[in-house]
C-alpha cells in the first residue's frame, strides 16, 4: 500500500512540476520577424531600428529579426509567404497586406501628408493629357507601390500602351524619363518634388494628378501571430517612449486610416496584372 501511495505522489509530483513548468513559460515569447521597405540599404535601417528591436524584445521576451526588402516586389514576396510578423507597410503593401494575406494594422505610420500619385514628362514633352500615353511607353513603380503601381493602372485602365517597364526606385522612374526611355512615369508628388531637384540638367512637369489622396502607411501585425500575443504586442507598442516611436515613424494612439478606397483600387488592377508583361499592354479585361 505504501508502495503504491509513494507512486500516487510521485506522479502527481511529476504533474504539478510539468504543469508549473508550462504556465512559467511566458506566452509571448519566441520569435518576431519586422519586415520592411529601405531603398538605400541594409546599414540605416538597421540603425534606425536597433533601439526600437532592443526594446522590445525585452518587453515582450522575443528574439527580435529584422528582414528588410529593398523593393515593393520583394516586400509583397514576403507578405505572400506571411513571413513578416510585424510590419511597417506604406499603403500600397498594407492594402495587399489587409485585403489578401489577413495582417492587421494596428498603428498609423508618420507619413507626407496629402500624399497623390503623378504622371511626369518632361517639360518638352507633346503630350499634354493622359489619354495621350496611348502606344506610349510608361515607366511605373514596383507591385505594391501605391503611387507608383496601383494608383497610376487605376488611371490608365481601358487604354493599351506599347510596354510598361518596371523600375526598382522612384527615382529610376525619374531617370527613365530623363533620358526618354519612356515617355512617362509614375511617382508621388513628394517623389516627383525631391528627385526633379537632383535631376536638374532635365526640366519635369507634371502630366496628371490622381484627385485621391493615398491614405499613409501602417504598422501591420500578422497572421501567424496569436491572437492574444497580438493584443499584448499592440499595448506594449503603444506604451514605447515617443522618442523611439518617431525614431522608426508610427503613432501610438494614432488613428488607422480608412483603406476601403485603396484596396477598391487593388483589386481592380489585380484584374489586368496578367497583361502587364505583354506587347502591347492592353490595360482592360476581356
Known amino acids: 500500500m505504501s508502495w503504491k501511495l509513494s507512486r500516487r505522489v510521485f506522479l502527481f509530483q511529476m504533474l504539478f512540476l510539468a504543469m508549473h513548468g508550462c504556465k512559467s513559460k511566458s506566452p509571448f515569447e519566441g520569435a518576431l520577424t519586422i519586415g520592411s521597405i529601405s531603398y538605400g540599404g541594409g546599414e540605416e535601417i538597421i540603425t534606425q ?6 526594446h522590445l524584445a525585452e518587453k515582450t521576451k522575443s528574439h527580435i529579426k529584422l ?5 515593393e516586389n520583394k516586400a509583397a514576396e514576403r507578405l505572400e509567404a506571411r513571413a513578416w510578423d510585424l510590419v511597417f507597410a506604406p499603403p500600397g503593401l498594407a492594402a495587399i497586406a489587409i485585403a489578401r494575406y489577413q495582417y492587421v494594422p494596428i498603428f498609423p ?3 507626407v501628408s496629402n500624399l497623390r500619385s503623378v504622371f ?3 517639360k518638352d514633352s507633346p503630350i499634354a493629357e493622359l489619354k495621350q500615353l496611348q502606344n506610349q511607353i510608361v515607366a511605373l513603380g514596383q507591385v505594391g507601390s501605391a503611387t507608383g503601381y496601383y494608383f497610376p493602372l487605376f488611371n490608365l485602365y481601358g487604354m493599351t500602351l506599347s510596354e510598361i517597364i518596371f523600375a526598382p526606385t522612384p527615382q529610376t522612374v525619374m531617370e527613365w524619363v530623363a533620358v526618354g526611355k519612356a515617355a512617362a512615369g509614375a511617382v508621388s508628388i513628394a ?5 526633379s531637384s537632383q535631376l536638374q540638367k532635365t526640366q519635369f512637369r507634371i502630366l496628371h494628378t490622381d484627385v485621391h489622396y493615398v491614405p499613409s502607411g501602417v504598422v501591420l501585425i500578422g497572421p501567424n501571430v496569436e491572437r492574444n500575443r497580438q493584443e499584448y504586442i499592440r499595448k506594449v507598442m503603444n506604451e ?3 522618442s523611439l516611436a518617431q525614431e522608426v515613424g508610427y503613432v501610438p494612439n494614432g488613428t488607422i486610416p480608412d483603406y476601403q478606397y485603396m ?3 487593388v483589386e481592380r488592377v489585380k484584374l489586368i496584372t496578367p497583361q502587364l508583361q505583354n ?4 490595360l482592360f479585361v476581356g
Open 279 to 282: 506587347k502591347p499592354v492592353r
Open 263 to 265: 484596396i477598391s483600387v
Open 120 to 122: 511626369v514628362v518632361r
Open 49 to 54: 531600428y536597433a533601439k526600437f528591436n532592443r
Open 240 to 242: 514605447f517612449p515617443s
Open 191 to 195: 517623389e516627383y518634388n525631391l528627385y
Open 67 to 71: 528582414e528588410p526588402a529593398f523593393n
Open 109 to 111: 505610420l508618420v507619413g
